[in-house]
């Protein structure tokens, strides 16, 4: 009895000692058989995480269009004047984020080669001043609205007063030509105040000669005639030293180029004097590159913009007119020196007073 006794223990001992591990064993096998059954069907759905994510974001894309689509149309029928606002904002928004990356690529050009601002072609040259001029002016908009809650008073300053805080991104059509011609109307109101300051330094010229030049310039100018290019260049030296060199220009003559120049003339006379010097110095630079790449190689926009910033209202002038006038400005400004550039100021006036086209 004793002996059964030790063998039954012995038994049980085995029995709960093998037991687990024939239990544990099939679970292990168990486990495996169902990570076996199921590494497919993960397989499959897990097969390309990054088609997933591109399949995803495609989907989101497109449904977003659809309910802007779907908003667009709302939009027009219900509030079609608030349509067409929301849509120059947008298109605006767009084109000055262009603006802004093709800025910084030529930027990022010029320091990787160390180009100066002359050397690039006209184009990029022409895109990074105009771009300067409306990075200033959106930051003006961005200073006026750091307050608490200002920005939806400059929503509506934006609003009321498009043409004073907004630049031509976000004009409609209408009104870029609207504006222009506001702005061609007060540079016209400073073209007598400049013709009288020429008239008032004529004594001053002590050449006879170049005298009588002025005074036949003024003469012709006065009685509606369109100047002659030799007429003009005729005059270089009293434009280039006493009495009407940039530095020898008192301050009433530079408030009225500075009008002429769509520049403010509320500065002190030494700003002003720089600011104008600045400013024509850029624009005899855009001249040059402009003469190398051709005027047959502009657009018609390009076209039009470089004769309005020249002084010519070209809005409403015939594309060839603008083309003829632009070819007499190059012929002027590419034979000027840097020390002869009054006489490319006063031309904004002399060159563009009496120029007539056909309208469109």
């Known amino acids: 009895m004793a002996l059964s006794r030790v063998c039954w223990a012995r038994a049980a001992l085995w029995g709960s000692a093998v037991t687990p591990g024939l239990h544990v064993t099939r679970k292990l096998q168990l486990v495996r058989c169902g990570l076996a059954w199921g590494a497919p069907r993960s397989s499959k759905l897990h097969l390309s995480p990054k088609a997933d994510v591109k399949s995803l974001i495609s989907y989101v894309v497109a449904k977003t269009k659809v309910i802007n689509g779907k908003y667009h149309r709302f939009l027009g029928r219900h509030f079609p004047r608030f349509y067409v606002l929301y849509t120059v904002f947008m298109k605006g928004l767009q084109m000055l984020w262009a603006d802004a990356k093709k800025a910084r690529r030529i930027k990022a050009n010029m ?27 959106c930051l003006f908009l961005g200073i006026i609205s750091i307050p608490p809650f200002a920005n939806y008073l400059v929503f509506l300053l934006m609003y009321l007063f498009p043409r004073q805080l907004l630049i031509q991104h976000f004009w409609t059509p209408r009104q870029q030509i609207d504006f222009l011609d506001i702005y061609h109307a007060r540079r016209k109101q400073s073209h007598p105040e400049i013709l009288c300051h020429l008239e008032k330094a004529l004594p001053l010229v002590s050449d006879a000669g170049l005298r009588w030049h002025m005074t036949e310039l003024c003469t012709k100018i006065q009685h509606g005639t369109h100047p002659a290019i030799h007429d003009i260049l005729a005059l270089r030296e009293c434009f280039s030293n006493h009495p009407l060199g940039m530095k020898q220009l008192h301050a009433l ?13 509320y500065l002190p006379p030494f700003l002003l004097r720089h600011r104008l010097k600045t400013h024509t110095t850029v624009i005899h630079q855009l001249d040059k590159a402009l003469a190398k790449l051709g005027i047959s190689q502009l657009t018609p926009q390009e076209v039009k913009s470089a004769c309005y910033l020249r002084g010519l209202n070209s809005t409403h002038i015939a594309e060839e007119r603008c083309r003829t006038w632009l070819g007499e400005w190059l012929q002027i400004s590419c034979s000027l020196k840097e020390a002869e550039l009054s006489l490319l100021l006063h031309s904004v006036v002399l060159l563009s007073i009496n120029y007539t086209g056909t309208r469109r």
């Open 111 to 137: 320091w990787k080669h160390n180009i100066k601002f002359h050397q690039l072609p006209y184009r990029e040259m022409e895109h990074l001043r105009q771009f300067r001029r409306d990075v200033t002016k």
């Open 253 to 265: 003559q530079m408030k009225a180029l500075s009008r002429a120049m769509l520049l403010t003339p």
